[in-house]
């Protein structure tokens, strides 16, 4: 092991924390030596304190004076090893996350431990957003710059029947779908919530400052539901997937049963419809009976469309 990935060895790191903890006590004044015993109980190993005084107090570590002060002019922070440094290059160099304008200074000198074009995604669209776009770009951090300063955009955008529309609206968020592999801006419009997906718009402009009124908006009405899942062919990998963005908890009932609770925004009810029924019977919808009544009428719609073939 390399003596700086050793900073991060289960001891050693702790260490590290412990005593860069006690030494920024040092540099504000008033350490003494029943606070350091008191950091050490606290915050590090059972046996770390026979270990972390004495050295300090009988200087084997030149970092503590007798008076209680340190000859450190600046606050200790824990160095990134060479492989942490390549897993933030891997992170940073995402298309995704190049759209935030993220500062890679200082990882000009490591490779990413893997890129996005190494990995082959069996349970993803192929239409997914392009994150490279200059345009795309330029629309995604006018929303997040609108969102941090509570502005208004007037956005021009193609509906889902490829209608052109224009509206004004106050952002929220903007939510990723790991399966469509897209953004959405989630906005409101009037008194309602309204969606866009980031990709369909086409001219965005900021506007004035919203007044705080409009900004305290009520939340969402939340629903919830449960379902019974059958883990065959991966379904639990892929809910997990599916279902990523929402709020839920998950129950093992055997080996191969799970009983799933999701919360989900009731705007989205026909969403969620779509992605239940995409597990078809390893998905079973327990409760609530509104919600198996949605899936009832969209099974009869889709049967009602092919015997029209």
Known sequence: MKSSDSFFNEVYGTYFRVVGFILEQAQKGGLTTEKIDRIVQEQAFGDSYLTIPRSLKDCEWPLLQNDMTTPLQHTPSMPLTILQRRWLKTLLSDKRMQLFDVDCTGLDDVEPLFSQEQFVYFDRYNDGDSYDDPQYKQHFRLLLQAIAEKRRVEISFLNNK???MRKKYLPTQIEYSAKDDKFRLKAVCGSSLHYVNVA???????LETANAEICEQKAPERCKLTALLTDERNA?????LHFSHLEKTTERLDEKHYRLHLTYDKSDAIEMVIRILSFGPLLQVQEPASFIE???KRLQKQLALQADK
């Open 236 to 240: 639990l990998e892929r809910a997990m």
């Open 162 to 164: 490829n209608d052109n």
């Open 200 to 206: 369909r718009i086409k001219e965005c402009y900021l």
């Open 294 to 296: 949605l899936l009832r």
